[in-house]
């Protein structure tokens, strides 16, 4: 990524999010807070989560085994700044299900319908602009991220680390580019301690695009 873009990741946060039964039929975000809406079992240990909506799989923390998931025709999510160019997907966990702690995976998959619809660094700096809005923190340390996945495909994109206004609260998003498509890694903590906690780096460092 060049010098431009990096300055310009400077904010970012929550993106949308929706809701998704067993059944693969979209609810309501009232009747998912009344379900468990994960696959897992209670587990002590972080816990590895495949998506099949999301198409990645990663390990969540401990205190995770309740892992939700919300598609973009639920009526709350309010589009974020992609609009119809993408289809997405948010995969989410509250920590031992506090509201205050969390991890969450957003998958932005762009529309092949749509001619020259792939995603660009600059969709990617969009969607972590418009996430920092929604967490109102403040950016404190950034980092490009580029990995291998095999002889010819490389994911690639930046890390931010930032905080809420009185330097309490902890944010750290890691937003992806793979072929086209976003993917937009976000783990919170409001008591602080997020960038210390090694469960959380392990989720960061063990996502991977696909489920095979």
């Avoid at 590895?48 to 709350?76: N, Y």
């Avoid at 506090?98 to 319908?113: C, M, Q, Y």
């Amino acid at each position: 990524m060049t010098a431009r873009v990096l300055l310009i990741l400077m904010l970012m946060a929550v993106s949308t999010a929706w809701a998704q039964d067993d059944q693969n039929k979209p609810r309501t975000w009232d009747e998912m807070q009344k379900s468990t809406d994960n696959r897992l079992q209670p587990a002590e240990g972080p816990v590895k989560f495949a998506s099949e909506e999301g198409a990645f799989t990663v390990i969540f923390p401990s205190g995770c085994a309740k892992v939700a998931t919300r598609m973009q025709d639920d009526p709350l999510t309010g589009g974020g700044p992609m609009g119809s160019r993408f289809s997405t997907v948010f995969v989410f966990c509250d920590r031992n299900e506090e509201k205050g702690e969390g991890a969450s995976v957003t998958s932005l998959f762009f529309n092949r319908d749509i001619e020259n619809n792939m995603a660009t660094p600059d969709d990617v700096i969009e969607q972590l602009k418009y996430m920092l809005d929604q967490y109102g923190a403040k950016v404190v340390s950034q980092a490009p991220v580029r990995r291998q996945l095999d002889e010819d495909h490389f994911i690639e994109g930046l890390e931010l680390k930032a905080q809420s206004p009185d330097g309490k609260s902890q944010v750290w998003l890691r937003g992806l580019l793979d072929n086209g498509d976003i993917f937009i890694l976000s783990a919170w903590k409001v008591q602080g301690g997020l960038w210390d906690d090694p469960d959380y780096a392990t989720f960061f460092n063990s996502f991977l695009p696909g489920t095979d």
